[in-house]
């Protein structure tokens, strides 16, 4: 761990990218859809539009300091917070000057620039502040923990939602619950540290299944099955990411630190559309707590968690590979 001669906050900077968009040859921009970043990955993938003649790419960044970065008692003063570009790969490194989202906020917001002609694969995004310590100036005060990847290259920020999968006989666990859903083949418990898929042994050969990878129909089956579960994981951690929220004293929501407020981050633009993600996460808070409003929502809900679980390109692989079968069969 390093050590510095001056004060120093021991909180970090939690980064996250709020929008992309390519600037093309002819000067126009193309906004890129939410889809092309992942906050549970943290990483954004320009190759998703699809083309490779655009000339630059603009990402819109926003840092959350930690409460009182700004005070007039803090033992530092003319802070500065940067988002900074790094590609090891060409050595280039830029760096551009966060804003503050209004007096007081704890938020700095902003947008990097990334040409396309200085990166040839992934560069790594971070964000530090700076400020004047007992007269000093530049001193580096905190920065992320995680970082975001940008991928020149990638079509997907998403290897599908990291499952963590459990096998269990179900009639016989030691977790008496699970007893009680014998009949299905899978349940998803969102109570812990981290999401879990617990998967029902009892249902004859649905393991083996699982656990195909050959490129046949099985293997085709058992990506359409693992983006089924993706889908039940990706809706249940989001309502327990709302089950629970802590609300500041003017009633409005505030997005957790740990994983529920990465999934409610990722999937909020797909439930509500067209909004600042804060505005999002009041408006379904709202929503879930009020009268009116909440089944509506429900369809969004599921369009958010099918679109990241990958059931698409899932449903359309196992179809034309049953498609492939039955000419075969016809032959």
Do not use: C
């Not at 001669?5 to 996250?16: F, G, I």
């Not at 620039?113 to 400020?131: K, P, W």
Request: no cysteine; hydrophobic share 40%; net charge negative.
């Amino acid at each position: 761990m390093k050590s510095y001669p001056y004060k120093r906050p021991n909180r970090p900077v939690a980064l996250r990218v709020t929008s992309a968009s390519l600037r093309l040859p002819d000067g126009t921009r193309e906004p890129l859809h939410t889809s092309a970043s992942s906050a549970h990955q943290r990483t954004v993938a320009l190759g998703v539009a699809q083309r490779d003649d655009w000339v630059s790419a603009r990402i819109g960044v926003t840092a959350t300091l930690w409460a009182g970065a700004d005070a007039e008692d803090a033992p530092w003063s003319e802070l500065k917070v940067l988002a900074v570009l790094f590609d090891g790969e060409t050595n280039v490194r830029t760096t551009f000057e966060l804003r503050q989202d209004a007096p007081g906020s704890k938020e700095w917001s902003g947008t990097v620039e990334m040409f396309h002609d200085d990166h040839v694969g992934r560069a790594t995004l971070t964000a530090q502040v700076v400020g004047t310590v007992d007269g000093v100036t530049g001193r580096a005060l905190a920065e992320t923990v995680d970082d975001w990847t940008v991928d020149v290259v990638a079509d997907e920020p998403l290897d599908g939602l990291r499952l963590d999968v459990k096998q269990l006989a179900f009639a016989k666990s030691s977790r008496e619950w699970l007893q009680a859903f014998t009949d299905a083949p899978w349940v998803v418990d969102a109570s812990g540290r981290l999401p879990t898929v617990l998967v029902n042994t009892d249902v004859e050969g649905f393991t083996d299944l699982l656990g195909a990878d050959s490129g046949g129909i099985e293997g085709k089956v058992h990506e359409l099955l693992v983006a089924q579960m993706s889908t039940d994981v990706w809706t249940a951690v989001f309502h327990s990411a709302l089950g629970d929220l802590e609300v500041e004293s003017d009633g409005a929501p505030v997005f957790p630190t740990d994983w529920r407020g990465e999934v409610l981050r990722e999937m909020l633009p797909d439930v509500v559309p067209g909004v600042h993600v804060a505005d999002a996460l009041r408006q379904v808070h709202r929503r879930r707590t009020g009268d009116a409003g909440w089944v509506e929502l429900q369809t969004r809900v599921h369009f958010a968690a099918v679109r990241r679980a990958g059931a698409r390109n899932a449903l359309s692989g196992a179809l034309r590979a049953l498609q492939q079968l039955n000419r075969g069969d016809n032959a």
